[in-house]
């Protein structure tokens, strides 16, 4: 069993789905170098203008540079889905290879307190955890990563479970290899491929949640040029000047998608039996 | 058993959610317009002023006596009737957005798993996910402008007929539509791969029944149990979706409570969302027991 | 699925429900979508008005929010209510009048009658008063009248309020809904809140839910049966949401409710009209004077000369509000105009350093000041607030916007927690609430339980004063104690004013001679007409 399968190149999704990923990548980096205005830019008098030479996507509320706030907030979402999938990769893996480890009474707990999670309204804990943390960056990563750990943790434990009386985990053991070591050396890089499938379902269900949030008011700080702030306020103008929110709504289209069939292509390779002819 | 543990640990959640954060019924009511008024009564009389764990236990008596009321001082209306008005059009809509996200998925993903590889299965996973990558809040009022208003064919909001259902039961169903629609196509593939479909191939049968016929059924089984599971997901959707429709629900109901701090109803409803997902999932693997029979021979 | 299974036995013990079934639900189910679809439920009749919010409740004494309280003023008005000059005007009272400085007389209207046919008397005042005193009926607005010591009954029309000591500002609150006397003790709280009664232009029919409300023209009413057949009161609560219904003709009026940017896509609109109105509600920036550099006054004037409210009226508002210098609108009777700080950067500058912050490094680099500044979630709010941020930048002054939920912003607010905030009154009424707002005797503080509404914490004796001898004196003496408050208050500049907002009011065309009122009441349907649609037009069949 080896970690990394060949990943196969030749499948459209795949391709497709690198290269979103890159240029998601590449316009976060550059952002600040690509965009024509800056992100803070008030112009009232330009507000809600429509696309043109001066504004190559129109202006939003306050007269902001859309195209702007569009390569800006591949950078916010960046940042916050990264991050929100890294907290909620570490913490989930932790706890469900502890759990998946230990078993009995810990393994219970902690798979009753993925249960009461699971079946609380996702976005309500959202809502609670940013009314009462604030808005900020840092908080909606938390408000994420509150609930996105779960799927981790049943993946892991479910990969620990299998894999733990494998010859070559009961080998370790017997050497005298602790528990610690066992989950870090043998159990997790052979639980690694799914866990990544997972992340890369997770990076833009967490950019949408992110949405959903600034739907509710309770997402980045005002001002914060990010995608799901932008469509809301775009809704909202939506007969006078739709432009404000379809840009970004296409930015955040593709990129969802482009997750979505690398997603895909990933758990196609990592299949033994998917392998091709 | 565990879905007592589910809901137990859903009311001490949102209790505690409920006590972290700042501002109560009474503040919140009294809002910016009042002048001086007897705070001190109006919290006594919603039972504020007693110890965090005294108020849980008022509150656990008072559901299970069905004399739970609102902590909106003075007419305390009673919860249950709100809540058992809300039920049916959570329920109506979840279920209508079920069936519209099977109706959209299905053949979408039988038909990507069968043309794996081709730019037919980009295309449909394409089409699928973007249910997904389209914000609700967005989606819903785009389709009210075009089907309500250019086309003029539905409603714009409320819970009035049939045809209020549509909009809404679409936003709503379409985010499931591509999870649903990638679970098809995974479960396909494997079910394409089982010896038993090569056998039935190699019996010479047409590719369209081995497909439908042998692939798909088997196919269904855990797409069961991914229906179970993500009916938490979209009862959490109905959320915005009935923000946005006006559809007089619980997600209505529950944003309406946070807002005035009406402690009683928000974990009176957080409940019922727990008790619905506890209720699906276990009447889920009643269904998956009951198609099939391994799993009913195992347990 | 770890163990394969031959076919056959997987073909067989498959019972045939799951596929066909489902297929079978749902096409029964498409089928009935598609059935209900050919039916188009004809239009209920009447007038249906959008709200974004329930109320809640429809017993006056018990309202505290806005649509509670113009809800239950539709249903049962009180003896007076208030012009757009804010001034008091008689309503079931036929006339009001001074007899002595604690005394004041009111005389009803002839012939009035409550929704049930009883007739509604002296007694009916006198009953509704004394329970909102009542310590057992627990009416939130019971300290309002505590100046109040009778009600005195002279005779069927008559009746005499009697005060501790002379009190103007209870004028405001005797505009309270009169209530019959046999519903007006704490046994008739359920009945008043489930079905309420009064003598108001309309009658309650329904509340189904908190969602709709249906209320019938009251062929009672002092000012002539109302001429619409019906009135519906719908709940939407996304703003988008409130617009599309208009669009689309289901809807026929809406009480500031669409924000000034989306207008333009209404007066376009051949059915809608959009009526404007100077209003009395009040924007401003809240300062919390406790300490640190805020509690400098030049701190507070630079900041006030940093803002430039006429950009912000003009494009944020679309001219739709009044910058403001009081509290009190210009239209109000105690209104007085104060010198008012000015956009002025270059003032803003001289103050700052003479504050003693200079600027560190020039235009531009590092603030001389950094503040917080909360804010609800509030999409337009948050607009405003950024713009506040551009403006206050360009002087040197960075402010954090945080935007909270609005109940934990609000308890913040209350609590003393924050730099600077920005909230709207409502309607400003009766101008005892610069007492209310400034006095030092309502800080809020555990005592009130952080109930006060001097939320900077102003502490000016010569104020204090000046408002508390507004109280008791008479009307004439009030205006010139109220101009001296305001006068202070400029100079102390405990808030920084911003406008006064709009009534902004979209009517359809089947609803005619509705007038919107400076407070944005609903009051004003009971002279509208309701128009009926002509063939062709309006709503498609």
Not at chain 1, 20 to 36: D, E, G, H, I, K
Request: glycine share 8%; proline share 8%; aromatic share 8%.
């Amino acid at each position: 069993m080896s970690g990394a399968r060949r990943f196969r190149l030749q499948s459209w999704g795949a391709r497709f789905g690198l290269a979103v990923a890159f240029l998601w990548v590449f316009t976060a980096l550059f952002a600040p170098w690509l965009s024509p205005h800056a992100p803070d830019a008030i112009d009232l008098t330009h507000e809600l203008a429509r696309p043109g030479p001066g504004h190559l996507l129109g202006t939003g509320e306050n007269g902001i540079d859309v195209l702007t706030h569009v390569l800006h907030g591949a950078r916010v979402s960046l940042e916050v889905s990264f991050f929100a999938v890294l907290l909620s990769g570490v913490l989930g893996i932790t706890l469900g290879g502890i759990a998946g480890y230990a078993g009995g009474l810990v393994d219970e707990g902690l798979m009753r307190l993925v249960d009461v999670l699971l079946a609380f309204p996702g976005i309500l804990l959202a809502l609670f955890i940013t009314s009462v943390l604030g808005p900020s960056l840092t908080n909606v990563v938390f408000a994420l990563s509150f609930t996105g750990w779960t799927g981790y943790a049943r993946l892991t434990r479910g990969q620990v479970l299998t894999l733990r009386e494998r010859d070559y985990v009961q080998a370790a053991r017997a050497l005298g290899s602790g528990p610690g070591r066992i989950l870090v050396r043998h159990l997790l890089p052979n639980a690694a491929g799914p866990l990544l499938v997972q992340a890369t379902f997770a990076l833009p269900g967490a950019i949408v949640a992110e949405a959903s949030l600034s739907f509710l008011g309770l997402g980045v700080p005002p001002g914060t040029p990010s995608w799901g702030a932008l469509v809301d306020q775009g809704t909202q103008y939506l007969l006078v000047a739709p432009h404000v929110a379809l840009f970004p709504g296409i930015a955040l289209a593709v990129t969802v998608l482009g997750f979505n069939l690398l997603g895909d292509a990933l758990r196609d390779a990592m299949d033994p039996r998917h392998q091709g002819p | 058993m565990s879905a007592a543990i589910a809901l137990v640990g859903a009311l001490l959640l949102v209790s505690l959610f409920l006590y972290l954060v700042p501002g109560d019924p009474v503040d919140v009511m009294l809002g910016e317009q009042a002048t001086q008024v007897d705070r001190a009564a109006l919290r006594r009389a919603v039972g504020l002023d007693m110890p965090w764990y005294a108020q849980l236990w008022t509150f656990t008596r008072d559901l299970a006596t069905g004399e739970l009321r609102t902590s909106l001082p003075p007419f305390q209306r009673k919860v249950l009737p709100a809540l058992g008005a809300a039920l049916p059009y959570t329920l109506l809509l979840t279920v209508a957005a079920m069936a519209v996200s099977l109706v959209l998925a299905l053949p979408l993903g039988v038909m990507a798993a069968a043309r794996r590889g081709t730019p037919v299965d980009a295309a449909a996973m394409g089409v699928s996910v973007a249910g997904v990558a389209l914000p609700r809040f967005w989606l819903g009022p785009v389709l009210i402008i075009l089907f309500a208003l250019k086309l003029d064919w539905l409603p714009v909001s409320g819970a009035e007929s049939w045809r209020h259902l549509v909009l809404p039961a679409f936003t709503l169903g379409t985010a499931l539509a591509a999870f649903l629609a990638r679970m098809t196509r995974a479960t396909m593939l494997e079910a394409l791969r089982e010896d038993y479909v090569t056998v039935a191939r190699a019996k010479g049968l047409s590719p369209r029944v081995v497909l439908w016929k042998h692939a798909f059924r088997n196919a269904l089984l855990p797409l069961v149990t991914v229906l179970g599971l993500e009916f938490g997901a979209l009862l959490g959707g109905a959320i915005v979706t009935e923000k946005v429709f006006a559809w007089p629900g619980m997600g209505t109901l529950l944003l309406t409570a946070i807002e005035k701090r009406d402690y009683n109803t928000v974990r009176a409803t957080v409940l019922l969302f727990t008790f619905c997902y506890v209720m699906v999932n276990t009447l889920t693997d009643a269904a998956y027991a009951w198609v099939d029979p391994r799993v009913r021979r195992r347990s | 699925m770890d163990v394969p299974p031959d076919i056959r036995s997987v073909t067989e013990a498959m019972p045939p429900l799951p596929f066909r079934a489902a297929v079978r639900v749902v096409s029964a189910t498409l089928a009935l979508l598609l059935y209900a679809g050919c039916r188009e439920k004809a239009p209920p009749a009447g007038i249906t008005v959008l709200l974004e919010a329930p109320p809640d409740s429809l017993d006056d004494r018990f309202a505290l929010t806005a649509h509670g309280q113009r809800l239950a003023q539709l249903i049962s008005p009180g003896l007076l209510t208030f012009d757009d000059a804010s001034s008091p005007v008689p309503q079931l009272a036929e006339s009001f009048r001074d007899i002595s400085p604690t005394v004041v007389e009111f005389v009803l209207r002839p012939g009035l009658t409550f929704h049930d046919g009883t007739a509604l008397t002296a007694e009916d005042v006198k009953a509704t008063y004394d329970s909102l005193r009542d310590p057992a009926l627990g009416s939130p607005k019971r300290e309002r009248y505590e100046p109040l010591e009778r009600v005195e009954v002279v005779d069927a029309r008559t009746v005499r309020f009697h005060l501790k000591r002379p009190y103007a500002p209870l004028l405001a609150e005797l505009s309270a809904a009169i209530l019959p006397s046999e519903r007006a003790g704490p046994q008739g709280i359920e009945a008043q809140a489930t079905h309420p009664v009064g003598a108001g232009p309309f009658r309650f029919e329904s509340w189904p839910d908190e969602e709709h409300l249906t209320l019938t023209p009251f062929p009672g009413w002092h000012g002539g049966t109302p001429a619409l057949s019906r009135l519906t009161f719908r709940v939407v609560r996304d703003e988008t949401t409130r617009v599309l219904e208009l669009l689309k003709g289901r809807a026929d009026l809406v009480v500031n409710g669409v924000s000034p940017a989306v207008l333009p896509a209404l007066r376009e609109a051949p059915r809608l009209r959009v009526v404007t109105k100077p209003g009395t509600g009040f924007t401003y920036v809240g300062i919390n004077l406790r300490e640190g550099p805020l509690a400098d006054v030049r701190v507070r004037q630079a900041l006030c000369h940093l803002i430039d409210v006429g950009p912000l009226v003009e494009h944020k508002l679309h001219g739709l509000a009044e910058p403001a210098s009081s509290m009190l609108p210009r239209e109000h009777w105690a209104f007085t105009a104060t010198p008012a700080c000015g956009y002025s950067p270059e003032e803003a500058a001289r103050l700052l350093d003479a504050a003693g912050y200079p600027d560190p490094d020039g235009p531009g680099g590092k603030p001389r000041l950094t503040f917080t500044f909360k804010t609800s979630t509030d999409r337009f709010r948050r607009a405003v607030a950024l713009v506040l941020k551009e403006q206050l930048a360009r002087g040197g002054v960075a402010i954090e916007v945080r935007a909270l939920e609005f109940g934990t912003f609000f308890d913040d607010v209350r609590r003393g927690r924050f730099e600077l905030f920005t909230l709207k009154w409502a309607a400003v009424m009766e101008p005892d609430l610069l007492r209310g707002a400034f006095h030092s005797g309502n800080i809020p503080g555990p005592e009130n339980h952080f109930g006060g509404f001097n939320r900077g914490a102003l502490k000016d004796a010569a104020l204090d004063r000046v408002l508390d001898a507004a109280t008791q004196a008479p009307r004439e003496q009030r205006r010139a104690l109220y101009a001296q408050a305001q006068q202070e208050l400029d100079a102390v500049l405990p808030v920084i004013p911003l406008w006064h907002e709009a009534s902004v009011v979209v009517v359809s065309s089947r609803l005619a001679d509705f007038e919107p009122s400076a407070h944005g009441l609903l009051t004003p349907l009971a002279r509208a007409r309701e128009v009926m649609p002509a063939a062709g037009l309006g709503r498609a069949p």
